[in-house]
């Protein structure tokens, strides 16, 4: 049997909870099922059989990593590539690119299509109008908070996406 999994780095509360609400209030349906979150690998199908082995190189991947501080300031968009709004991260992007490279390498998951790009969407796939409304409305938002650790979620058909595990950063202890 196939899991698809995620791994990312979710937004604390109360940060979290507040921009999944403005994006429902957008009419993103994704806000359902889509907690806040920076992706690190997108969903990526794994055998359910393999799961443990996912788990045991994500520890694996945390350990040599320490915290980071993390700053969400202002939105951007992928326009006209991809109908995306997004909250910029600001401060640790490099911390967040290091982090994604290594769990991509280790787990060896494909190459993306795209140039990894560290944000938090808000708005995907809605009409012109409600982009520019999530792009403006969001444009002061900013919040800041350390980074200890990143989650692998699994897309359950019904919830979507949940938490699975946390895995720390630094050294076991």
Known sequence: ?????GVAIAIPEPFGSQLRRRRAAF???????????????PPTEVT?????D????????????HP???RLRGTG?????????????????????????????DLGTPESEFLFHPHVTIAHNLTDDLL??????????????QVNGFHLYLHEDEQGWAP???FLLGPAV
């Open 1 to 5: 049997m196939m899991l698809t999994i």
């Open 27 to 41: 009419g993103d349906p994704m806000a359902e099922t889509v907690p806040s979150h920076v992706t690190l690998i």
């Open 48 to 52: 359910e059989a393999g799961f443990d």
């Open 54 to 65: 996912v788990c045991a190189t994500l520890q694996s991947v945390a350990t040599v990593f």
């Open 68 to 70: 980071f501080s993390m």
């Open 77 to 105: 968009t992928f326009r006209p590539v991809s109908p995306v709004v997004f909250i910029a991260v600001s401060e640790g992007i490099s911390g967040t690119e290091v982090l994604a490279k290594a769990v991509q390498s």
């Open 132 to 145: 520019d409304r999530a792009y403006n409305e969001l444009a002061d938002f900013e919040c800041a908070f």
């Open 164 to 166: 699975r595990r946390e």
